[in-house]
């Protein structure tokens, strides 16, 4: 680092998040300092899907933050769009028995004054507006106002358009350290490296309890993995960004998930699929608790594909050119951390688990306001670490859901087929 | 095979994504230093041949440009399949030791 002064704040994590966050800074002109232990974009945010989605939220717990937040993407887009990759492609979620119709006929109904174009297409609506679709699905939800963009293209794009402002970057430089005295941050280290500084936003997904330990505080993040197909380019197939229903109860009660009788349920897999603009498909999704390791299971891929042609039943004709998978920050609630802690200058932005994308520019935003003062666009309260009181903390956080096992050698990688292919177990 | 260090090389490195060797170059200069760097930022190595046809290529230049051995540079993690396999294949289970056709 060529500065002699030293940085006003340091956001410790370089992916979607931590490049908001410096964004937003160096537009208001706050010396920043981007850290990462290894390249930006290198983790969650170079595997995972596009979505902005807004109508799978909740009214009154996230629904206003991803609201805001896709407000911000249009703003930017005028800016940065062709940068991030910006398309309005629209979202849907599909239905796949009456059952499911329902449910989501009443979610268009609920969610009918919040302004984002949201209605219910029966069948042969759902398939005029998705032709690819199969047949037989019951119906579909479509929200018009989401949109797509590339993850790993936007971080970089954001940290090169704040390095232009003035944001010092520093990849491949894992913190070891974060000082504090009298209960205030005061530096942060590198190795034998010591930067002081004032503020420390930890933006780390995945591995932010680690931070934060620093610090001595504890944070219930723990990885989430979820995999990915992703396909030859093709011509255009996929007009909108497409999920299942029952995502959201995949996303949202891992505890009736494991408990279910399908071995699909108990993986965690839903349909989730895009198409972006190089052409390629990016089908997930998964969700399991399996620790920090990143590998590839066949039998979680032989779900997500089978849920992706019972869906695009002409995906088989499809070659995959890769499958992988991502680790996601995954909280109690469902809700990411944001703001204060009570280590001052000590601010958490991480845990949005498989919304990240869709919550980057708002966690972005509030951080920034929260640093220079202004009027917060929304009241982080809701989203404040303290909203886990310690005796919530105590209470044993896995309940519930397995413990995190060591991973299994892959049996995709047993294969013939894959046999060359040098085992990368070890996330 | 030698690669030209002229800046305004137009030489297209990555076939199947049409990456020239001077945007591979801008990656290096944003910040990347391994191969899965230069992919993240230029694309070169997610088209069809993951890498096949130009990972060496990009290795290369990315230890000539950092002054370093090639045996220095990481490449990028290989992963499943080894070549574009119809989705249809994967959704059958299949036991260890059966080919895949």
Known sequence: ?427 | MKVSMKRDSKKIICRCEEVTEEEIFEAIRDGARTVAGVKRRTRAGMGLCQGKTCGLLVRGILARTLAKKSSEIEPDTPRPPTRPLKISVFEKKRNSGSKLR
Request: charged share 25%; proline share 4%.
């Open chain 1, 1 to 427: 680092m060529r500065s002699r002064t030293s940085p006003e704040a340091i956001v410790i994590g370089g992916g979607i998040i931590g490049a908001f966050i410096s964004f937003y800074l160096a537009r208001e002109g706050v010396k920043t300092l981007l850290l990462d232990r290894g390249d930006f974009a290198a983790e969650t945010s170079a595997s995972c899907e596009g979505g902005i989605t807004i109508h799978n939220k909740t009214i009154g717990k996230d629904m206003d933050l991803a609201q805001e937040s896709l407000r911000l993407y249009r703003g930017l887009s005028r800016e940065l769009g062709g940068e991030i990759e910006y398309r309005r492609v629209g979202g849907m979620m599909i239905a796949e028995t009456e059952e499911e119709a329902d449910r989501l006929k009443e979610r268009v109904k609920a969610q009918a004054h919040l302004g984002i174009r949201l209605k219910w297409l029966d069948q042969k609506e759902a398939l005029e507006e998705e032709p690819c679709l199969a047949q037989d699905i019951s119906g579909a939800s479509f929200c018009e106002v989401e949109a797509q963009i590339n993850p790993m293209a936007a971080t970089f794009a954001l940290v090169r358009n704040a390095r232009e402002r003035g944001l010092l970057t520093s990849p491949f430089s894992k913190v070891t350290g974060i000082e504090c005295k009298n209960g205030k941050v005061v530096a942060v280290r590198i190795g034998s490296r010591r930067i002081l500084t004032r503020l420390a936003m930890n933006a780390a997904g995945v591995w932010a309890s680690d931070i934060a330990r620093m610090v001595r505080i504890e944070v219930p993040i723990i990885p989430r993995r979820g995999m990915l197909v992703v396909s030859e380019p093709i011509p255009p197939l996929v007009r909108h960004f497409l999920t299942e229903a029952s995502y959201l109860t995949l996303k949202l009660s891992p505890k009736e998930m494991e408990r279910s009788r399908s071995e699909r349920v108990r993986k965690g897999v839903g349909f989730v699929i895009e198409q972006t603009q190089a052409g390629t498909l990016v089908l997930g999704s998964s969700r399991q608790f399996a620790g920090y390791t990143n590998s590839v299971e066949g039998s979680v891929v032989r779900h997500i594909i089978r849920r992706g042609v019972r869906f695009i039943p002409s995906l088989r004709k499809i070659s995959a050119i890769r499958l992988y998978s991502g680790l996601r920050p995954y909280t109690p609630d469902n809700l990411p951390f944001i703001g204060q802690t009570e280590v001052e200058g000590f601010l958490m932005a991480a845990g949005q688990e498989g919304s990240g994308i869709t919550l980057a520019p708002i966690t972005g935003k509030l951080v920034s306001e929260i640093v220079t003062g202004n009027n917060p666009t929304i009241p982080v309260g809701r989203f404040l670490l303290s909203r886990f009181t310690s005796s919530l903390l105590k209470k044993s956080f896995f309940s519930g859901c397995s413990k995190m096992p060591r991973c299994k050698a892959p049996e995709i990688l047993r294969n013939e087929a894959y046999l060359g292919v040098r085992r990368n177990d070890e996330g």
